[in-house]
């Protein structure tokens, strides 16, 4: 094994000790940077340490350089990982400091800074690893086409409610357009109600009042979904077909059949003989 | 086929290709011609492409008057068409611009052409076939008497929350009248909240600390319906059907029909012989 | 049979037509005086049609008087009815407009009135008929332990909260006491978020958000307890036991055992013979 | 059983008549002094009845000096009792008034009275016994894992989404930090929608619907997890024990333990034949 073998199984790889352990330390970097770009953006934490700041992002901004050229020099094919979204991430969170070394724009500078975010979703990464998210993960995947079809009647409900809105309220109560009437809808509907906008006729109460029973009537819907999803989860998992009685319908941990006794791990083969 | 039997099976049906097309095609019109009233809404950019959307809203308007009088000649009983939902909405949400060459009136105009919102619901016509609605769709339709039982004792708490409201809180802090009463009640039992009327006195605060802790528990009943609703789906995984009396909902383990008492796995055949 | 009698048949029961068509008439004497109550309490309605309103006012209070007196007449122990709790309802919603003959005091007359809400609670009797609403009742009453040991635990995190964003915001970010503290916690608890006090210093911005992740996560307890209750009906309802096999999960329109084939409504004794 | 033992039996157990009735007095007791902490929180009523909370006050500090006193006394090794966690939050919420007359310096004295809230989680103690709420805390615990990975990708989202908002809205629009934006985002997600913060540009407009269409449809995760737990509950209602093996969960219709084949219905004896 060549070093450059060794240092892709270490980057890439996370079934190796110094696998996992550079997944971890890259994790800590990571949150380490966020924290920094999170600090920094607070006004009077940033008066007081830039210096400091500063200073670190020059640390980790080399580590994330190093990282990058160890990456591309470790794998075969160094295009497949330049162009891959993970690639190009790498390359535009880690290039601003330099850039600002010539170009002076803190503006433009943070909001690539900013895309070190996606670095995170390597994280779960390793979260599919625990697999104690893969029931949540599951149930999902397989509501999706019914909670698409129900977020496409909530946004259908949202465009006839925000004109009908419009139409009652107008621009002198805060609905100034069509796009602001449907934004006030969804604020409404998801009863999140922040009350920038508000009716102020009666009639605008009045639909409101319709709009927010409706939202109240069917954030069961999603609900209902995924709790089905779920609810079936909890018997179906185990795919197991009795090779005696046929029975199909077993427990996760089953190893025997709940109907005829027979070991569910015998195959047809081993009845035979 | 006529002319006309082929103009009807492209504009009403959905079986044949044409047929699909013009569907697709209507509803992507439809969809830029909202997109135009929504967009219209907005001052800024109304004032920058108002003639532009004026020329959109004329070749549009152009479309919908050809295709209404298209459905009026294909139709067998023109009649059954033109006092129908669709055709009246059809019409009215043509017509507006007409109108208003004759006279000037924008407001009225507006309000007319927002009618075509109404069309949009053509567009469910395709999702039945989907089917993936289905089960949304029927689940919804069976919880339909819970949850209107469930809504009208909604409305008798605000009814009664909303007198109690008035006169505790009154006028001066926002509760003008009963109805400002009911309508703050459903703000806050739906869990919305806007905070333009919120209780200022600490007798209102409490009650309505105890409506918000009703709302937050009874939140639970549409979900309850909804989702008991949904479980009964997946319960119905016995695609068996009794070759007796043709019972098809059997439980999982099910050997004998529950309606006859026949055996589930014994086919024609069997009976036969 | 009495006049007395079929009086009191009419209006206590409601097992034949004439006593159907009374609680009918008098759910719409009811529902008219509440809209009356309503719109009077609206000031621009009230200024323009005060006088109509006396009147009205007026029929329906002669009305509730003459059903008050026949209730007395009509019933065997008069004591039973007038100190019951629909009794003294009836009495005090009656008799407002006859001190006001007496005492001008539109405030107190007013708040009286509103006691005739009460009444609304007559209605509920009509709805125990329907039946529909009983399997949402009768879950709801299986889940009532759940629930309120579900807000006992609501409360006392309230309470706990409450104390603590006193201590951190202090009266002069709007957190004037505890109590209003406690009210604040239920109004983000629940969801609902007047905006009305908010949390403006870091660290209450920083509990806030563990207030609202906590909030969100236990909304799914309550849901979750009823919806577990409504589930179990769906398949617990039919208490039939097989007197051949002694399955006992039929399903509710079982008439024969799923599992042996047996008429489930054949007895012991059938079999013996 | 000499006196110590007895006062050990009153104070530290509840098993005797006297023990319960000494947790009931104590569980008043504490309701009390947070009674007085609330109310003298309220400034109008404090300063009316200062003098009287005052005297309250050190009635209830005395007796929790003697609870404390006799807490160390009856216990075989004090040891354990001062520096368990009940040990040190009874003597951090018994001291303060004592301190107080020494130091005068009421800001503190109040924070440090506050611990007496911690004290109330003595009573869940008693909520122990009464078994109704184990239903609920036990789906609760088996739904940790899956909710704690919910709550990290809520956590994930609000920092993606916090960063995003700060850099479209900026301070001008209230988004002053990063961590405000966070701030915001969790407010939006749990449906609480304080609207102290909202987004006033059509772009923050249209990424804040994004999230409130997300909070919206994820609110159903947690719920489908609770309830999917719970009515896991429901469906281990078959209570029968295996007699070879001891497992105690089987399906409902089983006839041979899952787990090692034995038939279900024999018992003890028909082994032992």
Redesign the interface.
Known sequence: MTWKEKVHEVIYEADTTTGKAFDVVLIVVILAS?TL??LD???SISLKYHNLFVTLEWIITIFFTIEYILRIISIKQPKNYIFSFYGIVDFLSTIPLYISLIFAGSGAL??LR?LR?LR??R?FKL?RY?G??S??SV??KRSM???L????S?I?VS??SG??M??VEG?ENGY?????G??WT???????????I?PVT?LG??I??LI??L???I?????????????????SRNTQVCYNCGES???D???????????LNKSKEDIET
Chains 1, 2, 3, 4 share one sequence.
């Open positions: 966020l770009v999170v953006s607070v006004e943070l909001s900013a975010l995170v979703f994280v979260a625990t104690a998210g029931v949540v149930a999902l086409p019914k909670i079809i129900f977020l496409y909530v259908i465009f006839v004109t009908i419009y139409l621009p100034t357009s069509i796009p602001i449907i934004y969804i604020v409404t509907l998801t009863t999140v109600g922040f009350g920038d508000h009666p109460q009045f409101a009042t927010m029973l939202g109240y009537g954030i069961a819907v999603p609900t209902g979904i995924v709790t089905a999803e779920m609810t079936k989860e909890n018997f319908q077993h427990k941990n089953a190893e025997f059949c709940h109907k005829c006794g027979y070991p």
